[in-house]
């Protein structure tokens, strides 16, 4: 017999680890919808049929609910609340009644164009979303047609799917699934977030994994590289065993530096943060020990809450309190770019109406999430921080606004404490012009993913320029530098929260310029920890000194990657 020769797939790395062995294959694959007109006395039944459905659905999900931690728990309740939206409903009884058409056509049709509206504005968190409306529908075909639903078996350890639901999420953690390897989904999807904070093994966005890999091929995963392999040869497996065998090892090593801090070696200390998308991940971060919050992006927040005071107060208010007495870094509403609001159409929009432009000219929408901020200071360790600001007159205009809503809910009676306020810095314009404004602010939080597209004038999203793409410019470099030698000077708090504080290359460079706050990737926290307990300020000091004479990003790269070597092998092993 031949035998099926070694493939290579790549996607995007989701939550890191090695894992050999054995796929299970799972494939939807096309439903048929039957979408003829029926007759009127047929009405009643499809109604019911798509209720009694939906209901089922529901109940499924409660019952996948039992014994889960509360975060997990509260994925699925988004997911019960999109079943029974009551548009949704009406939707659907609507084009069974008045368009005469069956269930599983109504059901197809508005989940379809539900999911449109999301994809249009072509933001990966929207696609995220999207892709679970469509997944959340397909269940309720599936229910209408009585197909069976995936389930995990006992023996399978890697899945290999097209998609994967929440509730499919929760089934591979309860069954000790090992990896998963997925076609679709983001960074963002709720999935990818389960899988990332329970340590499973996870690689998406792998193109037709599902078609070149079939059920029982042997595959490496490697979580870390974002790298699939099927059928591998001889060699490419030993040479994974050695490296399934390190990294395990090196991963018992970083419980062992949890309690100790992250400073270097000869004693320079500095603070690392968690980045968070969604509330729920705070449960990681205390998980991994006593660390603040350096980015909490409230993006997410803003579909389901933008006007709801309420309820974005009791959200401040949980996280603020669950991490004090450490730090809460709020970031308003980075909404415009790639994440719009409306359909009006820009034809630069990351040079757009973006984040505090945005919220200035929307002050109906800035006040409710200010209000919601402050009131959630009750213990004083929020901070506040605006996005996208490119001159001195937004800080002016925005710190204004800041103590007016603040004497506005004072006198309405409130008790909090006035939050810490701070500005991204991701625009090169205000790098410049920052010690003027030093006096209204409190610290200033480094955008390295925008200040890199700014500064290169590369949109950070177009593949067919990401080669120009690389925070370790030396031009970027230089402002990190320019901002931290400021904030020095004008005791301002520096943090860097962009992808440059998850990137062991970066994480030299910013050790060497001396910030004050790294923030990243809450799994990423004790890896990078370790690194800066491998190193020398005064040696990573002298790296910069030398980074910012070189002229493109790759000198210092290489660069730094002879430090590594040096000081650091097992990340060049793991990550290169
Ligand atoms: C950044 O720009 O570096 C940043 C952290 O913000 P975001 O990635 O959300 O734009
Ligand atoms: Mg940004």
Known sequence: MKSKSEIVLK??????????GEATVWRIGEIHVDSRKISVEEIEKEIELFKKVRDNLVKDLELAKVDLP?????LIDVQISILKDVELEKQVMDLIKEKRRTAEFAIYHIIGQKAEQLEKFGTQYLKDRAQEIRKLGRDLLKGIKNLEKRKVREEDKIIVTDDVAVDEAVEILKRGVKAV???????????AIIFRDYK????????NATKRIANGDMVIVDGAKGLVIANPQDATLAHYQKLQEDYIKYEQGLSEIKELPAATLDGREF???????????IELVKEIGDYGVGLFRTELLFYSVKDDEERQYEIYREVAHKLYPFPLTIRAFDI???????????????LGLRGIRLLLQRKDLFRTQLRAIMRANDLGNIRFMIPMVCCHEEVVETKKFFLKVKKELEQEGYKFQQPKFGIMVEVPSLVFVLDKMADMLDF??????????YTLAVDRKNPRISYLFSHLHPSVIYMIKYV???????NLIVDVCGEISSDPYGIILLVGIGVDELSLTPSLILETKKLIRNIEFKEAENIVEKALNLKTPSEVKSLVYEYLKERAPYILEFYE
Do not use: C
């Open 181 to 191: 390897i997925v076609e679709g989904g983001g960074k963002t999807s709720h999935a």
């Open 484 to 490: 931290t030698d400021v904030g020095r000077k004008k």
């Open 70 to 74: 509360e975060e997990i728990v509260k």
């Open 11 to 20: 996607g995007i790395p989701i939550s890191p680890g090695i894992l050999i």
């Open 271 to 281: 603070v690392l943060m968690a980045n968070i998308d969604i509330p729920e991940e």
């Open 444 to 453: 200033v939080s480094i955008g390295t993913n925008d200040i890199t597209q």
């Open 336 to 350: 415009g770019g790639d994440k719009a609001i409306d359909n009006y159409y820009e034809r630069n929009p990351f």
């Open 200 to 207: 499973i093994i996870a690689v998406f966005g792998v193109e």
